[in-house]
């Protein structure tokens, strides 16, 4: 990695750190944590009030994403979902009541502070079928063909090598898996120049591709059926989307079930 690409990376720890911190220390005062300060175009809005009702505050307030992606996975029951970049573990706690007992969801993050806080978060929540690991998005713990189903809100356009992102999500998808995401994507019309203008990487803005650049990475990965629909836009020539798309069946090393 570059020095560029570790001061980013750098950057956006910090500030995701320092969310988690806020929520946390809000969590002790008599009235409990306000949401971390997001526009409208982000944040615990874009979930539905009955799913909000039934996490623990702390997890909703830790919100940053720019969509609801475990509405568009379609998770079922007994199975095995990952959310990269999980935060304060919203997507966690609500894929993990998707999915019951007999399924499991697991978090990824590379922020001790969230982390931390997404732990306290299941706890709160009752919830035994989650797992938080430690690590970053282009290089994922878990062994191949474990997971049947990858989420993500908002997250994969803050790295820098989104292409091992894209492979490291194959990899780790069982054939046959699928991506359901949250993203921000940038008109194909749009320079990275331009998009620049419009946002920092820690905004969630300047590092995203465009809808051609997406699609691209996608398929170069190996995925299939990739659908990529927006669902508002963040700034000039910039949408929150919804990503889907799957791993064919056939390719992989073979199924395993992780405990």
Excluded: W
């Excluded at 720890?13 to 971390?36: F, H, I």
Aim: hydrophobic residues 40%.
């Amino acid at each position: 990695m570059n020095e560029q690409s570790t001061d980013l990376r750098e950057a956006v720890r910090r500030r995701y750190a320092a969310a988690a911190v806020q929520v946390t220390e809000g969590a002790a005062a008599c009235c409990g944590p306000e949401p971390v300060e997001v526009d409208a175009d982000f944040g615990s809005s874009l979930y539905a009030a009955d799913e909000r009702d039934a996490l623990p505050v702390e997890a909703v307030a830790a919100s940053l994403g720019c969509g609801n992606p475990t509405a568009v996975a379609e998770l079922r029951a007994g199975e095995r979902v990952l959310d990269l970049g999980s935060g304060g573990g919203i997507d966690v706690l609500l894929s993990a009541r998707r999915v019951g007992p007999t399924g499991k969801a697991y978090g990824l993050d590379m922020t001790d502070e969230m982390l931390e806080l997404a732990v306290a978060n299941a706890a709160k929540a009752g919830a035994t079928n989650v797992e938080f690991l430690k690590g970053t998005i282009e290089a994922i713990p878990l062994p191949a063909d474990t997971v049947d189903v990858v989420i993500s809100n908002c997250v994969i356009n803050l790295s820098t090598d989104k292409a091992a992102v894209f492979a490291e999500t194959f990899r780790v998808l069982r054939p046959g898996g699928r991506i359901g995401v949250s993203d921000i994507v940038s008109d194909d019309s749009l320079t990275v120049e331009q998009r620049a203008e419009r946002g920092d990487y820690v905004g969630c803005i300047a590092g995203a591709l465009s809808f051609a650049e997406y699609r691209a990475g996608l398929e170069a990965a190996g995925f299939t059926g990739v659908e990529i629909t927006p669902t508002h836009p963040v700034a000039d020539g910039m949408h929150s989307a919804l990503i889907r798309a799957v791993k064919p069946a056939g390719t992989g090393n073979g199924s395993r079930r992780l405990p």
